[in-house]
Every structure is written in C-alpha cells, then in structure tokens.
C-alpha cells in the first residue's frame, strides 16, 4: 500500500514544473538568449553551442523574433552606435588579441 502510494505521488510530482511556471521560465530565458544572439550578430548555430543547457527551439525562435524586428525596421541592433557594423563586427573576432606589453621595471 505504501509502494503504490508513494508511486502515485512521484508520478504526480514529476510534473511540477509545468504547474509551477518553472519551465516557462526556462523557455523564455532561452528566447531571450537567441533574440540577444541575434541582435549581437552571432549565428544561431554558435549561440546554441555556447548555450547547450538551453532548449535550441526556443534559442532558434528568440533569434527569428529578433531578425523580424530587424527586418521590420523596429529595432536597430547598433543601438545608437553607428560606428559599428556588421562588418566590423566580424572582422574583430576573427584578428587574434595583440599581446600586451607591460611596462619597464625602474632600475
């Protein structure tokens, strides 16, 4: 009786994501991460290898939202910084860093 009754509750508490919210949750923190990766002109297939605990649909789907409004001309992913471009963009993550030089010792 006992087995069948802890049985029952596991059963029932194995769902409680889904009555708590707490998947939502997880769902639209992954579209805002694709929208997010979208907007900082990464691709979607890079977004979803630096987030693989998130859900790829939902990343895929931030990221389609955030290229509609781009399309749609209701937002501008330069924000206000017209110096920086697409172009630019990708042009200074593919230069390898130059090496800092640290300043003389005094003798």
């Known amino acids: 009786m006992f087995r069948q009754a802890a049985l029952v509750l596991l059963i029932a508490l194995s769902g409680c994501d889904r009555l708590t919210g707490a998947a939502d949750k997880k769902n639209s923190d992954a ?6 990766c979208r907007v900082s002109f990464e691709k979607p297939e890079d977004c979803m290898k630096e987030n693989d605990g998130q859900s790829t649909t939902a990343i895929l789907n931030g990221w389609k939202a955030a290229d509609k409004d781009i399309q749609d ?8 910084a017209s110096a920086v471009l697409p172009a630019d963009v990708a042009k200074t993550k593919d230069q390898p860093k130059a090496p800092e030089t640290k300043p003389a010792k005094p003798h």
Do not use: F, H
């Not at 579209?31 to 997010?36: K, N, R």
């Open 31 to 36: 579209e805002a991460i694709g929208y997010a």
């Open 73 to 80: 001309k209701t937002l501008d992913p330069t924000m206000g």
